[in-house]
């Protein structure tokens, strides 16, 4: 490893080499007694913005170089670390839109959109949610819902999630192409999909599928610590310094200096190991897709995935549906802890999501399965159809504040029975499918009161609101 090639990692080894005395913060001073043992090396790598050590806010030397480093790995025209996580990406670019500006968002996106809609004012106009038959999940944005609503809608940025949490992509290149035929740009929140741009196997990657806009959670499937994001800027990206402002408005004059370190490493180890890797992990989930999906019980789509405007699909996301199963995902989540150790990314009532990385090695994806193959046979009754309920689409949202207004305004707690016509205060979503029925904001329309008294009758799981129960809700004073 060449300086040159990790200048964040190597610039940090020189000055712990240099043995200098360290009279600057963090308050450790790289000493560290107080620290555990075994945390000890970490704190002689946490150091702060001295000399040689560059400045995240206005880099000039080892930071741009590992940034410059960053944006040619991932066909960039500019690259930004993140060191608060995807959410502070996806801030920064609602943050860097003219005020006030519209903006084409799917209604599963993750709440960090809520969050950049708050800071930013910016308005909403929704993409209407589409399930998948099969999986009861929202899996993609569909073509031709972006093109229906930017022919009746000014919007000045369309914003999506590809891939979505359970690694399904969307036709980033269409959808891309139909916004730029109108001159609005393509923002993508693809958190999870980071490592897409080192195995041409995997699903497309959004940069180069003609986004303009880029976020990564390089921590969620990199060898990142906790934290660590980026942020790219496609090629002939127009308001480069608004995102700037953006994100150092809203980043922190004291990052970390191992969590960009582990940035610095895991690009370099990508593109020297990157396709290797994967490409063991696509093997390996070729396989055990295919055994699992075999076991009684248990179903494991992986590209059946692929249709209905899914275009591609993480091999690295195992989504294992359990609805003919007796018990539901979430108790399988819990004997997969208890009785075999495994802990899964996340369950639902009729599924479990296990996010393998490319460093499982085959004991381990055999170790999955010969618990989930023990677990079918422990519970041998399964049904020959689905036994969970099939998710309902929430309502159509009525947007009659703005999420920083509503974020904003004074609220109070009422009996949902009251709630009619009232202004919701909080987040209602229903698990599945996950689509929030109500953002703060969003008027508690006939329609959507009948809803909720609905998934309150078949008891589905509620998240969002303080009161799960949803014997009442939060609304608006007004
Ligand atoms: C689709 C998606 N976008 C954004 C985020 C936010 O990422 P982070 O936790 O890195 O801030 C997440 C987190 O789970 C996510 O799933």
């Known amino acids: ?68 480093l960053l944006a040619e790995a991932f066909g960039a025209q500019e690259s930004f670390f993140l060191v608060n996580g995807a959410t502070s990406g996806i801030h920064a670019l609602f943050l860097s839109l003219p005020s006030p500006a519209k903006v084409l968002i799917p209604r599963h996106a993750h709440r960090s959109f809520f969050g950049g809609l708050v800071l930013s004012g910016a308005h909403p106009v929704y993409l209407p949610a589409e399930i998948d038959n099969e999986t009861g999940l929202s899996l993609a944005t569909s073509v031709t819902a972006v093109e229906d609503l930017l022919a009746r809608q000014e919007v000045q940025a369309v914003f999506l999630t590809s891939p979505t949490f359970y690694g399904t992509t969307s036709n980033i290149r269409e959808i891309a192409a139909a916004a730029h035929r109108r001159n609005i740009p393509v923002f993508i929140d693809e958190a999870h999909g980071a490592h897409f741009y080192f195995h041409p196997r995997y699903p497309d990657p959004a940069l180069s599928s003609g986004a303009d806009s880029v976020v990564h959670g390089m921590h969620k499937t990199l060898p990142v610590f906790n934290q660590g994001g980026a942020l790219h800027l496609g090629h002939g990206f127009r308001f480069a310094d608004r995102v700037k402002n953006a994100f150092s408005l809203l980043t922190t004059t004291s990052p970390s200096y191992p969590l960009l370190a582990s940035m610095d490493l895991a690009r370099h180890f990508m593109q020297q190991h990157g396709q290797e890797l994967l490409d063991k992990g696509l093997q390996l989930a070729g396989e055990y897709r295919c055994k699992i999906d075999q076991l009684p019980g248990f179903s494991c789509p992986g590209r059946r995935l692929i249709k209905n405007g899914v275009t591609g699909a993480d091999p690295l996301k195992i989504l294992v549906l359990t609805d003919k199963m007796n018990i539901s995902g979430f108790e399988i989540g819990r004997i997969l802890r208890q009785h075999y150790n495994i802990q899964v990314e996340i369950e639902g009532d009729h599924y479990i999501l296990a996010m393998m990385s490319m460093f499982h090695q085959p004991s381990d994806w055999e170790r999955f399965y010969r618990a989930l ?59 599945p499918p996950g689509i929030p029925a109500l953002l703060p904001g969003e008027m508690i329309t006939g329609e959507i009161y009948d809803y909720l008294s609905y998934i309150r009758q078949i008891g589905v799981r509620v998240q969002g609101p303080l009161d799960h129960t949803l014997d009442t809700i939060a609304v608006l004073e007004i």
């Open 373 to 431: 193959q023990a677990i079918a046979k422990d519970q041998q009754s399964h049904t020959a159809n689905s036994r969970y309920i099939r998710p309902v689409v929430p309502p159509a949202p009525l947007v009659v504040k703005s999420p920083r207004e509503a974020f904003q305004s004074a609220s109070r707690r009422i009996p949902l029975a009251q709630a009619r016509n009232r202004v919701s205060a909080e987040i209602v979503a229903a698990y």
């Open 1 to 68: 490893m060449t300086p040159s090639s990790t200048p964040i990692y190597s610039a940090l080894n020189r000055y712990i080499q240099e043995n200098i005395l360290r009279l600057h913060m963090p308050g450790h001073a790289g000493i560290a007694p107080a620290l555990p043992h075994a945390w000890q090396n970490l704190a002689l790598f946490d150091v702060t913005e001295i000399p040689g050590l560059d400045d995240l806010h206005l880099p000039i030397g080892i930071i741009e170089h590992a940034e410059r």
